[in-house]
């Protein structure tokens, strides 16, 4: 009957955990594209604020939920039943269930929050070694040997079993801890190399023209296409735009120069096809006005970077 009991209550914290939880995930996931657009472009400054206030939201969810269970549980516990004849011992378990199994709720909370962060920012062998920890590596062998271990020593095994979860989610918080100071030093060396790489010799700068051709030439792997834009821009006596494209939307959009280089080719095939501000048609749009103005500039010589495609129209163009 005890065990029975026991069991029977121990539903109710769970619901609660659920509950708790699922509130949670609603912020994290609200944050989801923020966290990648930033990624993606390279701005890792708003990724570590986006990531402190869903924490700080987080962190909140689980302190107030915490309140409530050692406050007042039986606000979650009478809705369910009093126990009847046996209500002393079903309100005493069940108290205890809430103060004890969920003590460490808000740990709960914040490791459900890191493995959606790690999803959301490309990490997810991050993320399943967060929920991997907390739910299956600790949880599970703590219902098993707490109460054996407890048990042996001459201790009540069913209010042992309620130090499971706390212990899983003390071990599974470190194990969180440590790979988001992982993650966020891994992005602050990203932010070093992005900045060694802005120092290059890669002009961000437009360069000198004169009247002439918009010539185009498509970037084919092996078709030595850059030793052929180079020998046509000099023989023309006009500037030849590579790498520099890139350099220049960067500087003039704000977007890393490596994620303009990801998903500009992407850009001018779904340009025509997508009308929001999403990254692909940021990138496309961040492109295409660095390219309108090398062309309005004069004649160059430009290899890839979607120009026969961004400059679609344009009366001196040659592809």
Partial sequence: GCAFLAGLLLALPVGFLLLCLN????????????????????????????????ALSTLAIGLLFTLINE?????????????????????????????????LVTFTCLIKMSAIFFQSVGKPV????????????????????????????????????????????????????????????????????????????????FLPSRPGPIVVISREHGAQGKAVGMAI???????????EVIALAAKESGLSDSYLSDNAPVAAVVSSLYLDKSPHAQAYDAMKEVLEKIASLGGAVILGRGANYLLKGHDNLHS
């Fill in 233 to 243: 821009a000099k023989r023309l006596g006009l500037p030849f735009y590579s790498k």
């Fill in 71 to 103: 406050i007042y549980p039986d606000a979650f516990i009478l809705p369910f039943g009093d126990g009847g004849e046996e209500r002393e011992l079903y309100m005493e378990y069940g108290r205890l269930t809430f103060r004890l199994f969920l003590s």
């Fill in 126 to 205: 991050y993320a399943t070694i967060t929920s991997l920890t907390r739910d299956i590596v600790c949880f599970i062998p703590a219902v098993l040997l707490i109460p054996l271990i407890v048990t042996a020593n001459g201790g009540s095994g069913i209010i042992a079993l309620l130090f499971a979860a706390p212990v899983a989610d003390a071990i599974a918080i470190l194990v969180a801890s440590f790979l988001t100071l992982s993650y966020f030093k891994a992005i602050k060396r990203a932010e070093s190399k992005e900045r060694e790489k802005a120092m290059e010799e890669t002009p961000t700068s």
């Fill in 23 to 54: 509130i949670v995930v609603g912020i994290v996931l609200g944050g989801q594209p923020i966290l990648g657009y930033n990624i993606g472009a390279g701005k890792y400054g708003r990724v570590r604020k986006t990531w402190l206030y869903i």
